[in-house]
């Protein structure tokens, strides 16, 4: 068992500081925080005069895409580092095929919100509402001068994995987070309107559908949405479109818990879950994956019939 320890922000900042190169990592199928709080520590550390790179095993598409310094993640590792840090990563899993290389190394650092278990050698872990809060914080310890870049990509994690401030996490820290960031610079407005409101036709057609053929069960408690590879190659998406789509179940005033199954492979599907009131990370977990109480995620291979039943007797112990 190899021994961990649970840092403070000021133990963190020392801890960097004392590394001049850093490797992050961004988590399988990246979200805008994961991005946003890497390239927010890369531009931060690196005006500290730190080596710095990030990588991520999947490629950064859809609107993620859009940003120019997403073109600082790296598919491939390389180099050498005195620190590797695991960023919004609940557990080891999450760094997707860099886990092995990850676990081999001595001196990791996890930064992370998701209320895991430590499975870094140091652990900078709380309870926020998004992993950007807690980089907020350590590049504030560490002196660093914040420029407009550095409090859009920070504003992009908070707003995007708040929901757009709207998400049961979301408290008075959040949006004080948020005045802070837009005193400094950040473009708020940009993020919002490109994660929350612009959509491509294509991708509003695919809603439609989507929606059309909705299921609920549970009288109305559990609403279930799903898509096919074959809807998304219909319409020339890409599979991130699918973001965001659980939040149209979760809002119908009946729901409890609110699921959305996208194809990720054949006879694979990817899950997304969100609770009201109610432990999707619990259901979630069953199936081998994790997350937060309230919106949790995990990946199930199987016929698509055969997911959709097993989802829906897991929840049925539960609801
Ligand atoms: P999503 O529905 O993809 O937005 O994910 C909601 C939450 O569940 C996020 O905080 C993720 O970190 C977590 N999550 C999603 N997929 C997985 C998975 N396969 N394993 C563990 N956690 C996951
Ligand atoms: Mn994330
Ligand atoms: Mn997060």
């Not at 095993?57 to 895409?65: E, F, N, R, S, V």
């Not at 005193?183 to 809603?207: M, V, Y």
């Not at 559908?209 to 609920?216: A, D, E, F, I, N």
């Not at 199987?302 to 112990?317: S, T």
């Amino acid at each position: 068992m190899k021994s961990t320890k649970k840092l403070t922000i000021k133990q963190t900042a020392q801890l960097i500081k004392q590394c001049s190169s850093i490797a992050l990592f961004a988590h399988t199928n990246p979200d805008g925080d994961t991005v946003g709080s890497c390239i927010a520590l890369a531009h931060g550390l690196k005006q500290l005069g730190k080596t710095v790179e990030i990588f991520c095993d999947y490629p950064i598409t859809g609107k993620l895409a859009t940003f120019d310094e997403v073109k600082l993640i790296h598919n491939q590792f390389f180099g050498k580092y005195d620190l590797f840090v695991a960023v919004d990563c609940g557990d080891i899993f999450r760094t997707g095929e860099f886990s092995g290389l990850y676990d081999s190394q001595k001196e990791t650092l996890t930064i992370d919100h998701h209320g895991g278990e430590c499975f870094s050698k140091y652990n900078c872990l709380f309870q926020y509402a998004s992993t950007c809060q807690i980089v907020f914080e350590i590049l504030k310890e560490l002196g660093v001068e914040f420029n407009p870049t550095i409090a859009t990509y920070l504003y992009m994690g908070l707003c995007t994995d708040t929901g757009n401030f709207s998400n049961s996490n979301t408290d008075a820290d959040s949006h004080n987070m948020a005045g802070e960031l837009i005193n400094l610079g950040a473009d708020f407005q940009h993020i919002n309107r490109t994660f929350f409101r612009d959509i491509e036709l294509n991708e509003l057609k695919l809603h439609a559908r989507v929606l059309s053929r909705m299921r609920t069960y549970y009288d109305g408690q559990m609403i279930l949405l799903y898509v096919h590879q074959a809807d998304i190659d219909e319409f020339g998406l890409d599979n991130t479109v699918t973001t965001g789509l659980v939040h149209y179940a979760n809002d119908v005033v009946t729901a409890k818990v609110a699921v959305c199954v996208s194809q990720d492979g054949e006879n694979a599907y990817k899950v997304s879950m969100r609770g009201k009131n109610y432990n999707v990370r619990e259901v979630c977990q069953h199936f081998g994956g994790g997350g937060h109480l309230m919106a949790a995620g995990c990946r199930i291979c199987g016929y698509f019939e055969d997911v959709i039943e097993q989802l829906v007797r897991v929840v049925g112990f539960t609801i």
